[in-house]
């Protein structure tokens, strides 16, 4: 017996919502799945592990903290790799594109040590997002004028970012002393901890409030989320991003200028990249060292991937893997497990969201039955 007709729209929209929402949680606990799988074979307890991981991620205020703290800058970068993704642009740079915001709000925070907050802060978090469109800059143009390719070129802009960081701090603003790294940020130039919204009275009075290193630059991360959004849903400029990624001949033929586009839409992920490195500069290292990010913008990519690319999903992929990260150092001494675990399950999520095209099979299969069941 067929199905009404008026059911098989519902059908289709359950199964796009599954397909859009469940499957990352899908491909989350097939990766949790055969992490527990790695965990039991080296001899250890994957209950006590992942007891151990929660209890480390959100087992108190300042386990809690740390987590956001971790979620910022993944938070920001999933969103430069994604934006690129709406436009069919697969900016791999993101990590250059974030070192070199952290580099120029530090040299630039240094520089106006002597201002106010209420000047420096707003400065230093539009200049290190100016510094990350200006790193994407160059790619975008030659992706846009002659068709190198992205992968390549801010791949390769992120090796030049690493290393002009890496002599930067070791030479020309080197701070006095021998270790590599750029002067201490004054207070004034720095993001405040999320604690510091509330008195002592209060933090003692309901000790949840006092979140450790978590600083406000998760506001800016979630404001930057939000307003991705409305960008990508409700203007011009996302409509014409949404539909240079989802067809480019097809854009073109109405009326987009699909090179101008491929520009702003790169420009426009690596000043979000460039706002992850200036965020994580300002609010929780207070200066540039070799190697500060620790790959947070290769994190973003998967972050990205994992939320399918809308910017508020993002929160929740970013949240994910900074409670990996943060619990796993609980997850290690308390229950043995080798924090390499957490980078195998971070690996297994990619890789189950990549291969969601097995899921994705089934379902057109089941799509394909309600279609005909209707006729």
């Not at 580099?103 to 230093?124: H, K, N, S």
């Not at 109405?254 to 101008?260: C, M, N, P």
């Amino acid at each position: 017996m067929s199905e009404p007709r008026e059911a098989v729209p519902a059908q289709r929209a359950w199964m796009s919502a599954v397909q859009k929402v469940g499957m990352p949680i899908i491909s989350t606990v097939l990766a949790i799945g055969v992490g527990s799988l790695i965990i039991w074979i080296a001899g250890y307890d994957p209950g006590a592990a992942f007891a151990a991981l929660f209890k480390g991620a959100f087992g108190g205020p300042r386990q809690t903290g740390e987590t956001i703290l971790r979620s910022t800058p993944l938070i920001l970068a999933g969103l430069a790799v994604g934006y690129g993704f709406r436009a069919g642009l697969f900016n791999i740079g993101a990590e250059g594109q974030l070192m070199m915001g952290g580099l120029l709000a530090a040299w630039l925070g240094v520089q106006m040590a002597a201002l106010p907050p209420m000047v420096t802060i707003p400065t230093l978090i539009v200049a290190a997002a100016l510094a990350g469109a200006a790193w994407a800059f160059i790619p975008a143009i030659l992706k846009a004028r002659i068709g190198a390719h992205e992968v390549i070129t801010t791949m390769m802009f992120s090796h030049i970012a690493r290393y002009v960081v890496a002599w930067l701090t070791a030479g020309p603003i080197k701070a006095p002393g021998q270790i590599p790294q750029t002067v201490s940020l004054t207070e004034s130039a720095q993001i405040p901890r999320i604690q510091s919204l509330f008195s002592e009275g209060a933090i003692e009075a309901f000790p949840y409030l006092n979140l450790g290193r978590a600083h406000l630059g998760v506001l800016i991360a979630i404001a930057a989320a939000v307003g991705i959004w409305l960008v990508l849903r409700y203007t011009t400029l996302g409509y014409e991003n949404r539909a240079v990624g989802l067809s480019p001949w097809a854009a073109e033929t109405a009326g987009i200028s699909v090179q101008w586009t491929t520009v702003k839409a790169l420009c426009i992920s690596g000043a979000l990249a460039g706002l992850a490195g200036g965020v994580e500069v300002m609010g929780l290292h207070h200066r540039i060292f070799d190697q500060f990010s620790s790959g947070v913008g290769f994190t973003g990519i998967a972050v990205a991937l994992l939320a399918k690319n809308h910017p508020l999903g993002i929160i929740a992929a970013a949240l994910l893997f900074g409670a990996l990260s943060a619990g796993s150092g609980t997850m290690q001494l308390e229950a043995g497990v080798s924090q390499k675990i957490i980078l195998i399950i971070q690996a297994l999520v990619i890789f189950f969201v990549a291969a969601e095209g097995i899921v994705n099979w089934f379902i057109r299969k089941r799509q394909k039955e309600v279609a005909s069941g209707a006729e």
